[in-house]
């Protein structure tokens, strides 16, 4: 059989819901859109529901649905990915947490959650503190972007069931890490034991002498939430037989890619904002499907307001635009949103999204807008987040033959 590629673009936050001052469209509905919709017209179309039915999904746990894994299986929380975002690899049972640099004084009283917005330095603190060891635990810390970092306790029996030890407010002092299950009891223990370490490593450091003499608030301590454990899942590679890679600009999503075994492309001028270059990680796309076998392109298209969803969804246009004049017929594109996140909510919802396949020998239905209420009648009809990538891989005819 003639195989193909695949090519899967995910709108991030693109679905909606009517807009009063859009005349009760949705932004989708509204805007201008010439090559997503010539896409939709040659395509098959749907709607998608990136958990289940309802289910308002985070970005990760969607992006894990997208790439063909049960969240409920494998997700206990967002710290593995934020972890893998920047660059830590991650082993079946690690426990990952999410981490601020913060400022606490003599009493450990947090003073200020962001350590007077740290930008610059926090690299050399995090040197300090990976390769702690406590116990049988070894610590690795990574800094993240501004005041943030990625905490990774690795050892024997850990659980992710533990508090928090960032109270989420200011003027009270660090709260211990509890087990919230006995047999977590060891890993806030663990915890515990880190951030007293992590105050004697950087209370003196140079880069917080350094902030002291100008006047800045030290980043003394580093607090820890949203643990989660790195599960023990077959790499998409492996899964599915393909060469796999990721573009995406935010580093939780570059953490989804790479959790899963994907190679994250660097793409220049693609940030994780609104601002990036569609355009940009369309040719990067183009260009690592002569290498990969599937490549997997995140864009942002949600915000806070109408007027700006219309003028994202004009960019994205553009950028399909030159995919349809590009695009090889050995490609098959999918284009889907990992969740609605509606103007009037500003936060994402449980309504599903649209959903288009498109490419040589995809069955072609009526729908000619890629549009929510359009692609309602789709050939597709309506399928989970998990659904895509069996019928991508279909389509892409490299399924393997369930019985004889
Ligand atoms: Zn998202």
């Not at 991030?12 to 509204?30: C, I, M, Q, S």
């Not at 049960?70 to 990915?81: A, I, K, L, Q, S």
């Not at 909510?345 to 549009?371: M, N, Q």
């Amino acid at each position: 059989m003639d195989r193909r590629k695949i090519l899967l673009l995910i709108f991030d936050g693109l679905g909606d819901r009517p807009v009063a001052e859009l005349g009760h469209k949705t932004p989708l509905e509204a805007a201008p859109k010439p090559a997503l919709d010539w896409f939709a017209a040659n395509g098959i179309n749907g709607l998608l529901d990136p958990i289940a039915p309802g289910v308002r999904p985070g970005s990760d746990t969607s992006h894990l649905a997208l790439f063909g894994y049960d969240p409920y299986e494998v997700y206990t929380g967002r710290g593995p990915f934020e972890a893998a975002g920047v660059g830590i690899t991650l082993e079946p049972g690690d426990i990952a947490f999410r981490c601020n640099f913060v400022t606490v004084d003599e009493d450990m009283k947090v003073l200020d959650r962001r350590a007077g917005r740290i930008r610059e330095g926090t690299e050399e603190l995090a040197k300090a503190l990976d390769g702690i060891k406590i116990g049988r635990v070894k610590v690795l810390f990574r800094a993240g972007t501004e005041h943030r970092g990625a905490l990774v306790l690795r050892g024997k029996g850990l659980s992710p069931r533990v508090s928090d030890t960032d109270p989420h407010e200011h003027g009270v002092p660090v709260p211990e890490a509890k087990p919230l299950v006995p047999k977590a009891k060891g890993t806030a223990k663990a915890l515990n034991a880190f951030t007293r370490a992590a105050h004697k490593a950087l209370k003196d450091h140079p880069v917080n002498q350094e902030r002291v003499a100008k006047g800045e608030m030290p980043a003394n301590l580093v607090l820890a939430r949203g643990p989660g454990q790195f599960p023990d899942l077959a790499p998409l590679p492996e899964k599915y037989g393909l060469k796999a890679a990721g573009i995406a600009g935010v580093a939780l999503i570059k953490g989804m890619c790479r959790a899963v075994g994907m190679d994250v492309l660097e793409v220049p001028g693609a940030t994780g904002g609104l601002d990036t270059d569609m355009v940009a990680k369309a040719e990067a796309a183009l260009d690592a499907l002569g290498t990969y076998d599937l490549v997997v392109v995140n864009v942002k298209a949600a915000d806070g307001k109408a007027s700006e969803k219309i003028r994202v969804i004009e960019r994205i246009d553009q950028m399909m635009a030159v995919l349809k004049a590009k695009l090889g017929p050995e490609i098959v594109l999918a284009m889907t949103a990992d969740h609605s996140t509606p103007v009037a909510l500003a936060d994402h919802s449980g309504d599903p999204v649209p959903v288009t396949v498109f490419g040589e020998g995809v069955r072609v239905d009526d729908v000619s807008s890629f549009d929510e209420r359009s692609v309602a009648k789709g050939g597709l009809g309506r399928i989970r987040g998990r659904d895509l990538m069996p019928i991508l891989m279909s389509l892409a005819n490299r399924a393997e033959k369930y019985g004889a």
